[in-house]
């Protein structure tokens, strides 16, 4: 069975998008690792900034390698950017595969295969798959006919053809909060997320709370000049519907399965617009 270690670089462990891609792999047969690496936050005078955390990356250094995974995954927003680089830096030779997923390597592919072997643009579940099937036949022309990824082609930077949105979100949830092989970095120490700890490192903003997330949706119908939404609809028209909801039942689904799992006190959505979805929509749930 092939192993994955997918790692959340956020203050967190709500990590939809790495919860969402392991609950995908797990149910086609693909051993899935949790890490998150949660940075020291400090607040000074005017600002907040992320402390130094070199031990933190020690401390993943040694987890990966207990886990010994094939593939190593993390997720990159723009503002992580240095702190997902670095960590993938430190684990080259270590890990036969670094791969880097997210807005920003979306955006930006070249800048991110400074640091990983292969980067993921857009929604990575399909793309994932493909090359965990794959495996150790990564061969240059094998990797061409992957849609949405970047990759290294005998020194040169080559970025595929999009692969276009899927439209049935159904098929991606409940995300996965199972807690099997999850772990926890945080002030250089490792420990496994389990149901007595989830409440305490999920976030409470706003409501001091212990918050559960949640995307009832994909995609905004604006496309504000401050949104990586303006960006990815340009890059995305006319492959594939871009706003896109699961049914109500799914996510009401996804409510009760976090309840259970975790004993959530509170739920926020995290959609881009909400109330974009249809009316009927909003009456039914």
């Not at 990590?15 to 690792?33: C, D, E, F």
């Not at 240095?82 to 997210?102: S, T, Y």
């Given at each position: 069975?092939?192993?994955?270690?997918?790692?959340?670089p956020?203050?967190?462990?709500?990590?939809?998008?790495v919860?969402?891609?392991s609950a995908?792999?797990?149910?086609?047969?693909?051993h899935?690792?949790?890490?998150?690496v949660i940075?020291v936050?400090?607040?000074?005078?005017?600002?907040?900034r992320?402390?130094?955390?070199?031990?933190?990356?020690e401390?993943?250094k040694?987890?990966?390698?207990?886990?010994?995974?094939d593939?190593?995954g993390a997720?990159?927003?723009t503002n992580?950017f240095?702190r997902v680089?670095?960590?993938?830096?430190?684990?080259r030779?270590?890990?036969?595969?670094?791969?880097?997923?997210?807005?920003?390597?979306?955006?930006?592919?070249?800048e991110c295969?400074?640091?990983a072997?292969i980067?993921?643009l857009?929604?990575a579940?399909?793309?994932l798959?493909?090359l965990?099937?794959?495996?150790d036949?990564?061969?240059a022309?094998?990797l061409?006919?992957?849609?949405?990824?970047?990759f290294?082609?005998?020194g040169?930077k080559v970025?595929?053809?999009?692969?276009?949105?899927?439209?049935?979100?159904?098929k991606?949830?409940p995300?996965d909060?199972?807690?099997?092989?999850?772990?926890?970095?945080?002030?250089?120490?490792t420990?496994?997320?389990?149901?007595?700890?989830?409440?305490?490192?999920?976030?409470?903003f706003p409501?001091?709370?212990?918050?559960?997330?949640c995307?009832?949706?994909?995609?905004?119908?604006f496309?504000?000049s401050?949104?990586?939404?303006?960006?990815?609809?340009?890059?995305?028209k006319g492959?594939?519907?871009?706003?896109?909801?699961r049914?109500?039942?799914?996510?009401?689904n996804e409510?009760?399965?976090?309840k259970?799992?975790?004993c959530i006190?509170?739920i926020?959505?995290?959609?881009?617009?909400f109330?974009?979805?249809?009316?009927?929509?909003i009456?039914?749930?």
């Amino acid at each position: 069975m092939k192993k994955i270690a997918l790692i959340s670089p956020y203050e967190d462990i709500s990590s939809l998008g790495v919860r969402t891609l392991s609950a995908y792999l797990k149910k086609r047969g693909i051993h899935t690792s949790i890490i998150h690496v949660i940075p020291v936050i400090e607040q000074e005078q005017k600002y907040v900034r992320a402390r130094d955390d070199s031990y933190n990356i020690e401390a993943l250094k040694k987890l990966i390698a207990q886990l010994d995974p094939d593939f190593v995954g993390a997720s990159c927003m723009t503002n992580y950017f240095r702190r997902v680089a670095r960590m993938l830096d430190e684990l080259r030779g270590m890990v036969p595969l670094r791969l880097m997923g997210g807005i920003h390597p979306t955006i930006r592919p070249e800048e991110c295969l400074e640091h990983a072997d292969i980067v993921c643009l857009g929604e990575a579940e399909e793309t994932l798959f493909e090359l965990i099937q794959i495996g150790d036949t990564l061969t240059a022309s094998r990797l061409r006919a992957v849609k949405g990824i970047g990759f290294w082609d005998e020194g040169k930077k080559v970025t595929t053809e999009l692969r276009p949105l899927v439209d049935d979100l159904d098929k991606y949830h409940p995300i996965d909060f199972s807690f099997s092989d999850e772990f926890v970095i945080s002030k250089g120490k490792t420990e496994r997320v389990n149901i007595n700890n989830a409440l305490q490192l999920l976030p409470k903003f706003p409501f001091n709370k212990s918050m559960f997330r949640c995307n009832a949706s994909r995609g905004c119908p604006f496309s504000c000049s401050y949104c990586c939404n303006n960006t990815l609809k340009k890059m995305w028209k006319g492959n594939g519907k871009y706003i896109r909801w699961r049914s109500v039942d799914n996510v009401i689904n996804e409510l009760i399965y976090a309840k259970e799992a975790i004993c959530i006190e509170s739920i926020r959505f995290m959609d881009d617009s909400f109330l974009h979805l249809p009316v009927e929509w909003i009456s039914d749930f």
